[in-house]
Nanobody
Framework: QVQLTESGGGSVQVGGSLRLSCTASKTVGAMAWFRQAPGKEREFVAAVDWRGRVSDFADSLKGRFTISRDGSLKPMYLLMNTLKPEDTAIYYC?????????????????WGQGTQVTVSS
């Protein structure tokens, strides 16, 4: 069993930045961030392959969010810039998926507990 631990969430004003981290207890493959706002379904944010060389982003987030990872045993990061109120959500780390299914939450094997991000005006 793999444990994923997120950190870095918090409250920030509109236009601010936050960096989320996710650490895995064992070696994992591709990893991703999803988010879920109150009353909404969990949605894909970004994913990175096990080496940290290939990434993918939700179309609406390209240019504001950056995902990084320096190998399969290192933490994964999500740098979020120019934050908006609609970015408010619980952000979840997920791991182990076939890359061609990276945008589908149900295909991930492991999940973290989530970290709250609140953006206020």
């Amino acid at each position: 069993q793999v444990q994923l631990t997120e950190s870095g969430g918090g409250s920030v004003q509109v236009g601010g930045s936050l960096r989320l981290s996710c650490t895995a207890s064992k070696t994992v493959g591709a990893m991703a961030w999803f988010r879920q706002a109150p009353g909404k379904e969990r949605e894909f944010v970004a994913a990175v392959d096990w080496r940290g060389r290939v990434s993918d982003f939700a179309d609406s987030l390209k240019g504001r969010f950056t995902i990084s990872r320096d190998g399969s045993l290192k933490p994964m990061y999500l740098l979020m810039n120019t934050l908006k109120p609609e970015d408010t959500a619980i952000y979840y780390c997920a791991a182990n998926v076939n890359w061609d299914q990276r945008r589908i939450a149900a295909q991930y094997t492991f999940w973290g507990q989530g970290t709250q991000v609140t953006v206020s005006s």
